[in-house]
């Protein structure tokens, strides 16, 4: 099997970790995503989505590749890319109010919790993608679910904010 695959859809191995190699991809996306941000602001996180989602994709077609198993739970790419897109909203406040990352930090528990319960209730759409049988579905439904985690992110920062300050 190609080494570059299995690097990129395990995140460097992180998906053979045990239990819950799920939440492991998704707890690792925030130390990631976070560099990233510190690295290139708001811009390059913005980025690294669609890029990590195609790399992500081409390396989870790899490694299903003849296998009855489209989904095998140590690609974990799925949930990295699902939890940045969670966190969008929290980098595009940080970057338009010029404030450190780690100053919304219930933004990133509220995003890293959201993105799981999605992930793993995989509701509406969520389930449809999960139910497409290949490698675009298991991208897709992270994807997914990282949009609606965003948009529950949105509304609760939302509530915080106007409401309750």
Known sequence: MNTLA??????????????AP??????????????IYQIGGFW???????????????????????????????IVIDEV???WIA????????WLMDISALALW?????????????DITKPWL????????DALGVMLDDVIAGVFAAICVVALAALFHLVLM
Do not use: C
């Open 6 to 19: 299995r690097l990129i859809a395990t995140v460097f191995y992180v998906g053979h970790m045990k239990p």
């Open 22 to 35: 799920g939440t492991w991809g998704s707890l690792i996306a925030l130390p990631i995503g976070f560099a």
């Open 44 to 74: 390059l996180f913005a980025l690294a989505i669609p890029i990590g989602f195609l790399k992500g994709w081409w390396a989870t077609q790899q490694m299903t590749k003849g296998r009855d198993n489209h989904d095998p739970s140590e």
């Open 81 to 83: 890319i699902g939890q």
């Open 87 to 94: 966190l969008l909203p929290l980098f595009y406040g940080v």
């Open 106 to 118: 219930p933004g990133w528990v509220a995003a890293f919790i959201l993105f799981r319960a999605f």
């Open 126 to 133: 969520v389930g449809w993608a999960d139910r497409r049988d």
